[in-house]
């Protein structure tokens, strides 16, 4: 975050807005009181139960966003504040070019200055500005406009009664960057989180792209510094396979009437979120009576609820296989490469001059410009996810579906009004909002849904077979596959008609038509673990156009392990009482935190361990004594990833050797992958095959030259550190087919979760009275260390415990740590 940095100090015209806005707090309204929770008042009223939890009244939309501001200020006001520093395009002034940020979905991805270039021409050309020039659903709804301005007025408020620097967080107090915000600071902010699937791989190469200094060469081989369109192809799957593993996914499981033991359906929320920045999750409750009421939790910032659920279904997301922007290979002039042949006419690129502020290295403001470079498609970039796409004989552009998208709120404030599935279906076809995400629910009525319904390039798969470049045809069509990458498509821009298409079924110009993209209704259970939707549900397998991912291809473990759980559970084979799922064996079998890969091949890794004469492996030379590892796996009978599991961390060192960033039918299957049976295809490792012995060997040295005992307790080395408190983190690494995924990194130089388990929630519902709920988020409300909800939840998802949902007026009344504020 920005605010672990050197504090500068407080301009005189944040100091004096500051100021404005604590005169007209002091001369137009009295501050925060408190009242008992019996006295009614039409101001908004935040009512904090256990771990800090608000549940937030008000009369308005603009109420509620109003006690959404405030608290959520309370709790993370540094965190937002970076974020609407990055939004404005300030980083490179208050905290120098060269510090790392974090635009989207990844950690630590450009520089401050390629962030501000990148969002400054997103601001030049006033994109969120026009965006609220129009009516819904491309621009945002009444209650949405109304629920933004109240949200703006209660963290100013917040920042006016505190004080820049009397903040609490060290991270920001007192620092220059900490201000008041606009109405446009929200929105921008929120179109930034609408766009991030984008960002990340190309935002670089979008603010560095310069026409080559030499006429282009004209010819029909590789250019020097190019590659092949094999060998381009294969480095762009390889990076993008290697982002997601360090990225954002999810699982999610909705279960129907059929699958539940009791009541009529049942959900379990899963994101796998970032534990740092402005992709924190935040919990709490939003209730105008009569109108909404509605609990979960949403990406801080935003005044609505992204994932929870309401009086009669829950939902949640999931990261999807759909790549939200395409490429346009367009051929360039040799003599002149800023312009590119269209339908066998020369069109000139639009140039553009960027202009940031920066902070020199004496303290002094400078200024940085660049000059960019766009198409009718959209921007030049020369490089996808780092991968080089140089500009010679031809340049790419990039068009991203989100770019006009803000009708993402739309679908947010709908959801949160939701009456069943059907109801959620029609919010997705008529917003077509959704970035990126699936979407999986259940309802009171018994019925659990997945769609995976969103803002989707009109790439049919006749349109794509008649425009894709050979590059694109690799991408795309996934000759070279990886685990969960998108397709990427990646068209010939020498011919208009090679553009996205309008439809007239779709919400806005490009997008594919939403009756065209899958969903599927089940009474049993439906899921989804970041795979396509292929296999939402085995006994029905989906199909829809290949811009939306794949069919017939392995399924990832975690995929397997989501199903396999739910099918066990249903059949009542998983060893627990009874068949169908309760509320109890769904929040079990989250955090028995098992492993699909140790299922699948720990026994025959026992077999190669054992079978090594004198118990030695070589290993670049060296050889090494495997021998103790032999019993510690064979004792690692649960295969699980708790927090006392021993041997745990040795297999996941190996697998990450043998298979890391790998596909899975890549690895020394002596059955292969059967699209007939993708639940159980690939099985059965070959525990003579060199890979497997070498991957081991690997391990073992690698655990010992780190000091690590090979049968260490899982606790003692998986854990965070919170205000000098050391805690344990259970769970591990996607690539395992764990469920509760964490992903150990580096933060600040000490060893943290990355990404993983964030908001998890589980909800069910009967035919009558209100949902029962648990949730944990797992790195807790508050990023402020100085707060008492910066770690409670933290240990509490340590140790498996949830918090029971406090829904109903009666629950929140008699919560023994209720805490009313009113904002008069």
């Known amino acids: 975050m920005a605010g672990r940095r050197r504090r500068a100090a407080l301009p005189m015209a944040v100091m004096a807005a500051v100021a404005m806005i604590s005169t007209m707090t002091a001369a137009g309204s009295p501050g925060t009181g408190t009242r008992t929770a019996g006295q009614a008042s039409d101001a908004p009223t935040i009512r904090y139960t256990e771990y800090g939890i608000p549940h937030i009244t008000a009369s308005t939309w603009e109420g509620l966003g109003t006690g959404y501001g405030y608290a959520a200020a309370k709790d993370n006001i540094c965190t937002l504040a ?79 009664e505190t ?30 989180e609408i766009i991030m699937g984008a960002a990340d791989p190309l935002l670089n190469g979008e603010v560095t792209a310069q026409p080559p200094g030499a006429p282009a060469i004209a010819a029909k081989t590789p250019a020097p510094g190019a590659l092949s369109p094999g060998e381009t192809a294969q480095r762009i799957r390889d990076a993008m396979a290697a982002a997601r593993g360090q990225s954002m996914g999810s699982n999610a499981l909705a279960v129907g009437s059929q699958g539940v033991s009791a009541g009529t359906g049942m959900l379990l929320a899963n994101p796998h979120f970032p534990w740092q920045g402005k992709n924190r999750m935040w919990e709490s409750q939003l209730t105008i009576p009569g109108k909404v009421n509605v609990a979960g939790a949403s990406l801080l910032g935003f005044p609505a609820v992204n994932i929870g659920h309401t009086d009669d279904v829950a939902w949640s997301h999931t990261i999807a296989t ?20 269209v339908d066998g006419s020369w069109q000139k690129m639009t140039s553009q001059q960027v202009g940031v502020d920066v902070r020199n290295a004496d303290g002094t403001i400078g200024r940085v410009t ?45 959801l949160d009004q939701a009456t069943d599935v059907h109801d959620v279906v029609n919010t997705l076809e008529s917003t077509e909002g959704v970035p990126f995400f699936n979407t999986v629910a259940t309802d009171r009525k018994g019925n659990a849904l997945y769609a995976d319904i969103q803002a989707t390039p009109n790439i049919t798969d006749e349109h794509a077979t008649s425009c894709l470049t050979l590059t694109g045809q690799l991408l795309f069509n996934q000759q070279l596959r990886l685990p969960n990458v998108p397709p990427i498509s990646i068209f010939d821009g020498k011919r208009s008609a090679c553009d996205w298409p309008d439809d007239p079924n779709a919400v ?48 990832s473990l975690r995929t397997q392990e989501l199903i396999l759980t739910a099918q066990n559970r249903l059949d009542g084979t998983d060893g627990l009482p009874g068949r169908g799922f309760t509320p109890a064996t769904m929040r079990q079998l989250l955090f028995a935190d098992n492993s699909r890969a140790a299922d699948l091949a720990l026994d025959a890794t026992v077999t190669m361990c054992r079978s090594q004469p004198f118990g030695l492996i070589l290993v670049d030379g060296k050889l090494v004594n495997v021998s103790e590892a032999c019993p510690i796996l064979a004792a690692w009978k649960d295969h699980n990833y708790t927090a006392d599991s021993r041997g745990s961390w040795l297999f996941a060192n190996y697998w990450a050797y043998l298979l890391g960033g790998k596909a899975i039918e890549s ?38 030259t780190a000091g690590i005992a090979l049968d260490a307790p899982l606790s003692s080395i998986q854990k965070v550190t919170r205000n000098g408190e050391q805690i344990p983190i259970h769970g591990s690494i996607s690539e ?28 069910a519902f009967t035919a009558d009275g209100p949902p029962q709920a648990s949730s944990v988020l797992t790195y807790s409300q508050s990023a402020n260390p100085n707060s008492p909800h910066y770690l409670d939840q933290t240990k509490l998802f340590s140790a498996g415990q949830w918090v029971t949902d406090r829904f109903t007026e009666a629950d929140i009344a008699a919560s023994p740590a209720l805490e009313v504020k009113v904002l008069d």
């Not at 606009?182 to 930034?192: I, K, Q």
């Not at 759909?322 to 042949?341: E, R």
């Not at 639940?679 to 070959?686: G, K, Q």
């Not at 764990?738 to 929630?761: A, K, M, W, Y």
Request: charged share 20%; glycine share 8%; with cysteine.
């Open 736 to 763: 395992l087919g764990v469920l509760n995924v964490v992903t150990p990194g580096q933060v600040d130089g000490r060893l943290d979760i990355t990404f993983g388990s964030s908001f998890i929630q589980q909800v």
């Open 82 to 160: 970076d974020t609407y520093l990055m939004v404005d395009a300030q980083r490179s002034r208050y905290l120098g070019p060269d510090g790392m940020t974090s635009p989207g979905e990844q950690q630590n991805t450009t520089t401050n200055l390629n962030s501000d270039l990148y969002f400054q021409r997103i601001n030049d050309n006033h994109v969120v500005e026009r965006l609220l020039d129009q009516p819904a659903p491309n621009g945002p709804e009444p209650d949405v406009r109304n629920a933004i301005r109240g949200y703006v007025q209660g963290y100013n408020r917040y920042l006016a």
């Open 370 to 414: 660049r000059t960019l470079w766009s198409t009718r498609y959209g921007p030049i970039t020369t490089s996808l996810q780092g991968v080089p796409l140089p500009w010679l004989v031809s340049a790419h552009a990039v068009r991203d579906v989100n770019m006009d998208n803000l009708r993402a709120l739309n679908t947010w404030f709908h």
């Open 667 to 704: 690895g020394p299957w002596r059955v292969p992958f059967d699209p007939k049976d993708p639940v159980h295809t690939p099985n059965s490792l070959d525990p003579g095959n060199s890979a497997v012995r070498d991957a081991f060997g690997r391990a073992v040295l690698a655990l010992r």
């Open 322 to 341: 759909v790549a939200p922007f395409g490429l346009f290979d367009v051929q360039v002039d040799p003599k002149d490469p800023t312009s590119y042949l």
């Open 163 to 192: 004080g820049v620097n009397n903040i609490s967080d060290p991270a920001c107090r007192g620092a220059a960057w900490v201000r008041p915000i606009t109405e446009l600071d929200v929105y921008r902010h929120a179109h930034a």
């Open 508 to 555: 806005a110009p490009g997008l594919l038509d939403p009756h065209k993209q899958p969903r599927l209704i089940r009474t049993d259970f439906v899921g989804n673990a970041n795979d396509s939707a292929w296999l939402a549900n085995p006994e029905e397998p989906l199909s829809f156009p290949r811009v939306m991912g794949d069919t017939a291809a392995p399924r």
